[in-house]
């Protein structure tokens, strides 16, 4: 599985934008989806993951209520709406495949995208 990631920009606070995590290599329906993010000088966090199958997505609790993630089969695509964005959001952004929530062992990584939020 090859993941890319796409969507990052400047923004300011209050501001959206929205991720995408484009798949090849096999359908994203066999894995768990995931993103990441990881701020300067800090270590990479979880922000949410969702099954494909079904279920409710899971959420970091610093980011419940403003993003929402999403999935599109046809396009092997997920996404992560982010609204209301803070510039404690600033980060580089990794979606991942293959893992379990709130872990940060999953099989397959994108190659990040930044996130600026200006105040």
């Known amino acids: 599985v090859q993941l890319q990631a796409s969507g990052g920009g400047l923004v300011q606070a209050g501001g959206s934008l929205r991720l995408s995590c484009a798949a090849s290599?096999?359908?994203?329906?066999?894995?768990?989806m995931g993103w990441f993010r990881q701020a300067p000088g800090k270590d990479r966090e979880f922000v949410v993951a969702?099954?494909?199958?079904?279920?409710?997505?899971h959420y970091a609790d610093s980011v419940k209520g403003r993003f929402t993630i999403s999935t599109y089969n046809a396009k092997n695509t997920v996404y992560l709406q982010m609204n209301s964005l803070e510039p404690e959001d600033t980060a580089v952004y990794y979606c991942?495949?293959?893992?379990?929530?709130?872990?940060?062992?999953?099989?397959?990584w994108g190659q990040g995208t930044l996130v600026t939020v200006s105040s």
């Open positions: 991942a495949a293959g893992g379990v929530p709130y872990s940060d062992r999953w099989a397959y």
């Open positions: 969702v099954n494909w199958s079904g279920g409710s997505p």
């Open positions: 290599g096999r359908a994203l329906r066999f894995y768990n």
